[in-house]
């Protein structure tokens, strides 16, 4: 009996001291989704991804998006500029924030992507870095961060200092 006893307390502390639900796995293949989502440039299942409250940062310091800006500026991009996004060498990584401002469960997506342009205005090759919060299944935040000058150069744009003229 003092055996048994003994078996249900180390049971119960082991089960008490058992971390948090790890949702790495389901992490990454939410994002994976999302990536396939914009390279289909299937809007319905970005908006099943993007969470309500939805804010997306970047890439420049100040700008901000919520769920219905940023799907009504990716059907703006499919209509008007892109006609096609291709991520290669996509690479996901899951990470969980215990302290801070940011805390919560994050997967950053670095890839090296390509957008041919519509009407022969070329295409672009960039690295460019998407770090998402998630919540409940859902995207709530990104932060995304690319070289807009890169994107700009390889279009044929050239950059002039106004105190050089």
């Excluded at 100040?62 to 499919?78: E, F, M, R, Y």
């Excluded at 090296?112 to 519509?118: A, F, G, R, S, V």
């Amino acid at each position: 009996m003092k055996k048994l006893i003994l078996a249900l307390m180390v049971i119960t502390l082991v089960m008490s001291c058992t971390s948090e639900v790890d949702n790495s796995e389901k992490n990454l293949a939410l994002i994976g989704n999302y990536v396939k989502a914009v390279e289909n440039m299937d809007f319905d299942a970005m908006d099943l991804y993007l969470d309500e409250n939805y804010l997306g940062l970047g890439p420049s310091y100040g700008d901000s998006i919520n769920k219905t800006q940023a799907i009504a500026n990716w059907k703006n991009n499919v209509e008007t500029l892109y006609k096609k996004v291709h991520y290669d060498k996509s690479r996901n990584a899951a990470i969980k924030i215990t302290t801070g401002d940011n805390q919560g469960e994050w997967v950053s997506n670095w890839a090296e992507l390509k957008i041919d342009y519509k009407n022969d205005k070329g295409s672009v090759i960039i690295w460019a870095n998407s770090i998402y919060q998630i919540e409940n299944n859902k995207i709530i935040k990104s932060y995304t961060f690319y070289n807009e000058a890169d994107v700009l150069e390889q279009l044929g744009y050239v950059f002039i200092n106004p105190n050089n003229l």
